[in-house]
C-alpha cells in the first residue's frame, strides 16, 4: 500500500525558470513526511483524527512537538526530477512508501505526480529519504517498537529504482 499526501504549492517555490526549484523539492517532500508521520498532541491521545476534513492516515505514529520522545533525523536523500513542475493551484499528490525498514532507520520513497484526476497523469520527480529514528532523551538512536514497526510495515513495498547513470 501506498499514502497519498496532497502538498500545495507555495509562489516562492518556483524559481526563476518558472517552475519548482530543485531545493525547493525537499521541502515539499518533507512537508509530506511531516503529514504521514507526525501526530499533532489530540491526535496522538487518540482523541482526534481528522486535519481539514480528511481521515489522518494510520502511519501518524511519532508524537511531533517539543516534548516528544523521538525525533527523525535525515541520514540521505536522493532526487530524481522527471519533469518540470509549474505552478499549479491544485495539491500535487505525493506516493509515499517504505522502501526498506530497518531497525532504526527507513527510507522513505516518493514519486510526485500532478494533482489527482489530473489527465494526463505526470511524474515529476522521484526521491528517496533515509531517516532515523532517535530516542530524544539519549539522542541516539533507538528501535522502532513492535507496534511502530506493525503500522510502518503496512505501507512497505519495493523500494525506489532509480535511473541508471
Request: aromatic letters at 8%; charged letters at 20%; a negative charge.
Amino acid at each position: 500500500m501506498r499514502l497519498h499526501v496532497p502538498i500545495s504549492l507555495r509562489w516562492s517555490d518556483l524559481d526563476a525558470y518558472g517552475h519548482v526549484n530543485n531545493a525547493a523539492m525537499f521541502g515539499l517532500l518533507e512537508e509530506a513526511r511531516i503529514h504521514a508521520f507526525w501526530a499533532g498532541e489530540a491526535e496522538f491521545a487518540g482523541t482526534a483524527n481528522t486535519t481539514a476534513g480528511a481521515t489522518a492516515p494510520v502511519t501518524r505514529i511519532f508524537r511531533g512537538g517539543p516534548e516528544a520522545d523521538t525525533i527523525t533525523l535525515i541520514a540521505r536523500q536522493q532526487a530524481e526530477y522527471v519533469a518540470p513542475i509549474p505552478y499549479l493551484r491544485d495539491p500535487l499528490d505525493v506516493e509515499m512508501w517504505i522502501g526498506t525498514l530497518g531497525g532504526a532507520s527507513m527510507d522513505v520513497c516518493y514519486e510526485v505526480y500532478s494533482p489527482a484526476g489530473a489527465t494526463p497523469r505526470v511524474l515529476f520527480a522521484r526521491a528517496l529519504t533515509t531517516i532515523v529514528i532517535i530516542d530524544a532523551a539519549t539522542q541516539k538512536p533507538r528501535r522502532l517498537t513492535d507496534e511502530e514497526r506493525e503500522v510502518i510495515e503496512q505501507i512497505v513495498d519495493a523500494p525506489l529504482v532509480f535511473r541508471e547513470r
